[in-house]
């Protein structure tokens, strides 16, 4: 089983940062593909970033591409989302969530919600204009 706790999130102003964190349980921690996704109120769950197993791919959406910075660091089971240059359509519950699955990223998979079989409770990011 594997339990994933996401801290770092808040209230920032438009142009602001934020670092997310998601601390891991699990002994197997460093092999998981693991993601970042955000749901906003009356929105569907939405791709945000995810990286791979050791951390030498990253991946992203359009949306953020440039100000979203994802890393992992699997000697503290941690995974980090870097946020910069927020703006107010940022603003979303943001859920960590890990694929257990050997083979590593798949594109069609992992940008999507059910490619995930581990999710965080999420923490709120909320950026004013």
């Known amino acids: 089983q594997v339990q994933l706790v996401e801290s770092g999130g808040g209230l920032v102003q438009a142009g602001g940062s934020l670092r997310l964190s998601c601390a891991a349980s699990?002994?197997?921690?460093?092999?998981?593909?693991m993601g970042w996704f955000r749901q906003a109120p009356g929105k569907e769950r939405e791709f945000v970033a995810a990286i791979s197993w050791r951390g030498g791919s990253t991946y992203y959406a359009d949306s953020v591409k440039g100000r979203f910075t994802i890393s992992r660091d699997n000697a503290k089971k941690t995974v980090y989302l870097q946020m910069n240059s927020l703006k107010p359509e940022d603003t979303a519950v943001y859920y960590c969530?890990?694929?257990?699955?050997?083979?590593?990223?798949?594109?069609?998979?992992?940008?999507?919600?059910?490619?995930?079989?581990?999710w965080g409770q999420g923490t709120q990011v909320t950026v004013s204009s």
């Open positions: 699990g002994r197997t921690f460093s092999t998981y593909t």
């Open positions: 969530a890990a694929d257990p699955r050997l083979g590593g990223w798949d594109g069609a998979r992992n940008r999507a919600p059910d490619g995930y079989d581990y």
